[in-house]
């Protein structure tokens, strides 16, 4: 597997790690050598079980890329759900992205085919254009990952330009 983690930033520094998290992003991608690339943040805590649990799901639902559920915690307690069959997931994708960033796993040539583009909501995104083009993407029902949650955070100043872009769809 090829695991990659991506840092949380300083509101300092923000917009310009930004930027430079989707070319890291991308540049880890064109270093992944093995079938499949998981995704998360430095400051989550994946589930040990995580990596082997969706890979069964993955291969057994005929999907390229899928999530898991996620628990919140630090400031913000809580677990969030996501759609979990192909076809609930792609009509959830007109009101929210569908899958949670950091529990992202999948065909490592689905990411290297695709890539985060220098967008707001770079994860929606790439969701968009892999759905669009007709491939799987679903959610194993469990909960896999805890996500730190803490203000100002970016996914948070994001919800608004999800909701302007599905507009477009």
């Not at 992003?25 to 969706?54: C, H, T, V, W």
């Not at 759900?81 to 792609?90: C, G, V």
């Not at 949650?149 to 872009?165: C, L, W, Y």
Request: aromatic residues 12%.
């Amino acid at each position: 597997f090829n695991f990659l983690f991506s840092a949380q930033a300083s509101e300092n520094f923000e917009d310009w790690l930004s930027s430079y998290k989707k070319i890291a992003l991308n540049k880890g991608i064109s270093y992944a050598k093995g079938e499949y690339i998981a995704r998360m943040d430095s400051d989550d805590i994946s589930f040990p079980e995580r990596l082997s649990k969706q890979l069964k799901y993955l291969k057994q639902n005929d999907l390229q890329v899928c999530g898991s559920s996620i628990e919140m915690f630090s400031s913000t307690s809580g677990t969030v759900t996501y759609p979990i069959a192909k076809e609930d997931t792609n009509f959830a994708m007109l009101f929210m992205s569908p899958l949670a960033h950091p529990t992202a796993f999948g065909l490592s040539s689905v990411f290297k085919k695709y890539g985060y583009r220098d967008v707001a909501a770079e994860d929606y995104d790439l969701w968009k254009r892999i759905s669009i083009d007709c491939l799987n993407i679903g959610n194993i029902p469990e909960i896999l990952l805890r996500y730190r949650v803490h203000p100002g955070q970016a996914s948070e100043d994001k919800r608004d330009i999800i909701k302007s872009t599905t507009s477009i769809i």
